[in-house]
């Protein structure tokens, strides 16, 4: 449990550092769906199971995030610092089970629709969940920046 300020601070950090790393591996998936897009269709399906096995892998790793966050009290520590952020939080925090359905529903399709085609479709649906991810955590950044008074740019 945390309890100290210097201890919620350096959590903040330490969600921050996360969202970086996240960031990077949804960037590592993308480079991926755009490298399967420019193989010919034998050569894509060849790549099916390790795209499916990536998509897992960062479904995973969100999914740990997500619970950290939740579990954390940190973002709580925000809103018990600035009252006015606890409507965003409690919103942000819906967004992590349509965020984690949204990535299973990708998952789901790479495993039941075997057409060539699902490949182009998968890349456009990743990309939208890329959109959405981006904005959840840069309001999460945000609103670690105003709680705790810190300005992770500048950092
Ligand atoms: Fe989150
Ligand atoms: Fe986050």
């Known amino acids: 449990m ?29 480079d991926t769906c755009a490298d399967i897009l420019k193989l010919a269709g034998g050569q894509r399906e060849a790549r099916r199971t390790a795209l499916m096995g990536g998509f897992s892998d960062l479904y995973d790793e969100l999914n740990r995030h997500f619970a950290e966050e939740e ?19 409690k919103a942000l925090e819906g967004e992590h089970g349509q ?35 981006h904005a959840h955590e840069a309001a999460e950044s945000e609103i670690l920046e105003r709680g705790f008074n810190l300005s992770f740019k500048e950092a």
């Open 2 to 30: 945390l309890d100290s300020s210097e201890e919620f601070l350096a959590y903040a950090h330490h969600l921050e550092a996360e969202h970086q790393r996240l960031d990077r591996l949804v960037r590592q998936m993308q």
């Open 71 to 89: 579990g954390g009290a940190c973002l709580e520590e925000a809103v018990s610092r600035r009252p006015a952020l606890a409507p965003l939080v």
């Open 99 to 133: 965020l984690l359905d949204q990535l299973q529903r990708i998952i789901l399709q790479l495993k039941q629709d075997v057409s060539g085609e699902i490949f182009a479709r998968v890349a456009d649906q990743f990309q939208q969940f890329v959109v959405s991810l």
